[in-house]
């Protein structure tokens, strides 16, 4: 494309060489996260291939992703993912509350319940899974 042919109201330089081939930068982008993903996210691949349904092919696949995830866990290649996941964990638990800290703040027996012979469990009066009572 030509500078005449542009509607930038600027007036830019004309390119230097051949402008990049974007089909180029895309499939390079796409590799080299695919890469990235193979060498820190193991676990994701093994996950998927536990959930697969059992037959002769899936065994290999299964076996292919936990040899795969073994040689990267060897490699200490999976510890950033674990970390996220542990800090991710602590966000979750300080935003919504923990699952023990439910328990711990669980709520006694309604004495209106008690008194007709009804009763009434604590997650009765939960807004949602997760979410604190206060």
Avoid: C
């Avoid at 089909?23 to 193991?42: D, H, K, P």
């Avoid at 993912?81 to 800290?101: I, Q, R, T, Y």
């Avoid at 027996?109 to 009804?118: C, M, N, Q, R």
Wanted: net charge negative.
């Amino acid at each position: 494309m030509s500078n005449a042919d542009m509607t930038s109201p600027v007036d830019l330089p004309p390119p230097d060489g051949e402008e990049p081939h974007p089909l180029l930068w895309a499939s390079t982008a796409i590799v080299v996260a695919t890469g990235f993903l193979l060498l820190f996210n193991a676990s994701a691949l093994r996950g998927w291939a536990f959930e697969l349904e059992p037959s002769s092919q899936n065994e290999r696949v299964v076996a292919v992703a936990d040899g795969w995830y073994q040689k990267t866990e060897i490699l200490y290649l999976d510890r950033p993912v674990a970390a996220m996941s542990s800090w991710w964990l602590a966000v979750k638990a300080l935003e919504f509350g923990s699952a023990d800290e439910a328990a711990d703040r669980e709520i006694g027996p309604d004495p209106v319940a008690v008194e007709e012979g009804t009763s009434r469990s604590a997650t009765d009066d939960a807004e949602g899974p997760g979410f604190s009572l206060q």
